[in-house]
């Protein structure tokens, strides 16, 4: 064996152990966070979330050894093509036949010998769909092949920069939100003590008026079974009230406003005790960081958005990466004597670990809150099933992105790898969706945090 088939054997090992360690840390996953509360049925769903994620993973580990210079060049290459290659087979293929099928195989009418046939029917309509998503963006044309990594890419890319454009810009704008003690609404004990009393009061009215209700019901049916003959169809016909008796039809509206009312109060109540508690949280240590950490992301929230403005009027993208640009200040207009190829490296190094870890662990805590929210022990599988697609489809358009925080010395290879991609439409197309994300996540907490008053002439 030559000394260069020697190296490409080693580099194999290292990609190969590397994975092993991130298909553990996605089957960890799996199991301790998000089916914690459910029984697994199904192994090949855990065995498929479990390779999608280390895929995922896979493709930011190349990116840090592209930066670093582990591996041969060669070798480098050779495990882009073979990671994306995969990762595009799960998300395009794997993934979508499992989910349609877990689908149809659900619905109870379906016979078995339609399973297999409504699938792949539902699995060509979905690769349709996905090849006709290049007609109204600049993606690549039949030209360029068809079964390329290119043309996955430049699809999956779209859905994928979209999902990471909303999040980011819900995260944006959530995380200030939800940390500074500048939105936290004052409360106080009293305010709350009153609200509940007001919420007793609404249900004491809420409880006669249907006791009320019933009993005339109950009167009305005792009168009618002794009422025969003409008697009774002209009391019918004439919708009267009975002397000394309730009107029925006003009482049900009564009672549909307080049953209103009492919903808006309770929700009311809720919202103050979780104010009060996020009051509580913000005087610890740890809230306190938060806050100065929301000032920072306020900051952040407010540049991104000017900048995203800027970009989609005059029609610009970044040309160079953060690291070169602060160097390039650093070198001309401070007159800082730098090594710059040493500290390119290592801080491109940092600024891409960090990018990798929020990344991940963002996308992570999402998935989890998601789960939780909408599954159930019928619908699990197919959720998690869901959320593995979305998650395939995410790191994939992250290598799109991130290629621009780079310095061009680093991603040559990328470049190869993904072919003639139109880069400054991704980076567009996300600075839109992020804006429009951004700007409706303001809109509605703007909406939600207007304060609500429920004054007593509403329980009169």
Request: proline content about 2%.
């Amino acid at each position: 064996m030559s000394i260069k088939n020697m190296e490409f054997f080693e580099d194999c090992i290292i990609v190969f152990v590397s994975q092993l360690l991130f298909f553990a840390g996605g089957w960890w996953f799996f199991v301790k966070q998000l089916f914690k509360n459910y029984e697994i049925r199904h192994i090949s769903v855990q065995l498929i979330f479990s390779v999608t994620f280390a895929l995922s993973i896979t493709m930011f580990e190349l990116i840090i050894f592209e930066i670093l210079g582990v591996l041969e060049s060669s070798s480098r290459y050779f495990h882009w093509r073979l990671g994306l290659t995969l990762l595009l087979l799960m998300v395009i293929a794997v993934i979508p036949l499992y989910i349609f099928y877990s689908i149809v195989h659900s619905i109870t009418f379906v016979s078995e010998k339609w399973v297999r046939i409504i699938t792949m029917s539902c699995w060509l309509a979905f690769l349709y769909g996905l090849w006709r998503i290049g007609d109204p963006f600049p993606l690549l044309s039949v030209s360029h092949g068809i079964f390329t990594i290119e043309q996955g890419v430049s699809r999956i890319g779209v859905i994928g920069v979209t999902v990471m454009a909303v999040l980011s810009g819900f995260g944006a704008v959530n995380c200030p939100y939800q940390s500074m003690t500048y939105f936290i609404r004052p409360v106080s004990q009293i305010d709350i003590i009153t609200l509940e009393r007001r919420l007793l009061l609404t249900v004491d009215m809420l409880t006669n008026k249907k006791k009320r209700m019933a009993l005339e019901k109950h009167r009305r049916n005792k009168t009618h079974q002794t009422k025969t003959g003409l008697w009774n169809i002209l009391s019918s016909a004439v919708n009267r009230v009975d002397v000394g008796g309730e009107n029925i039809s006003q009482l049900r509206m009564e009672i549909d406003g307080l049953e209103e009312l009492l919903r808006h109060i309770f929700l009311e109540v809720n919202y103050l005790k979780n104010m009060q508690e996020r009051q509580k949280w913000s005087k610890t240590l740890q809230g306190r960081y938060f806050n100065v950490i929301g000032h920072f992301f306020s900051v952040y929230c407010l540049w991104k958005i000017l900048i995203c403005t800027a970009n989609i009027i005059f029609d610009r993208v970044g040309k160079k990466d953060p690291v070169t640009r602060g160097f390039e200040i650093a070198v001309h207009w401070c007159g800082f004597d730098i090594d710059l190829a040493f500290w390119n490296q290592h801080i491109s190094f940092l600024l891409v670990g960090c990018i990798v870890v929020t990344s991940i662990r963002g996308l992570l805590l999402t998935l989890t809150k998601f789960f939780y929210r909408i599954s159930s022990s019928k619908s699990s599988n197919i959720i998690v099933l869901i959320l593995a697609q979305i998650m395939g489809m995410y790191f994939c358009s992250s290598v799109l992105l991130m290629r621009m925080n780079m310095p061009a010395e680093y991603r040559v290879i990328i470049t190869q790898v993904l072919g003639n991609l139109h880069f400054n439409f991704y980076h567009r197309w996300f600075d839109v969706i992020f804006l429009v994300s951004a700007l409706s996540t303001i809109i509605v907490l703007y909406l939600s945090q207007k304060p609500t008053n429920y004054g007593h002439s509403s329980l009169q």
